[in-house]
């Protein structure tokens, strides 16, 4: 059964950060780009960042870019979110999720992904 587990969500106040990781159970994504999309209160599920398996190139939303680092380690399956400098506008679920895509522009969809984590809650306090 396809699983991904994320970790490393919580409270923090503005300013703060936070490394949120999602690990995939055994071959599941191994070979798929992995990103980070979050879903605020009332709002749609939007894309965070991505990381492309076989380039390594990571791409990222315009409201995170130079705040959020993603990164990921292929011998364990696993991605990371670097999240510094957070803002009460920053608080959501953030999901991991995996796809085998290509093309331009596909990450920013969440129909693309094929693989899906349950959530962690990041709350960020003013």
Known sequence: QVQLVESGGGLVQ???SLRLSCAASG?????????WL????GKEREFVAVIMWSSGRTYYADSVKGRFTITGDNAKNTVYLQMTS?????T????CACAA?????WYMEPRNYDYWGQGTQVTVSS
């Open 38 to 41: 979050r879903q605020a209160p």
């Open 92 to 95: 959501a679920v953030y999901y």
């Open 101 to 105: 895509r290509s093309g331009d522009g």
């Open 86 to 90: 957070l803002k009460p506008e920053d």
């Open 14 to 16: 503005a300013g703060g």
């Open 27 to 35: 071959r599941t994504c191994s070979l798929h780009s992995k990103a």
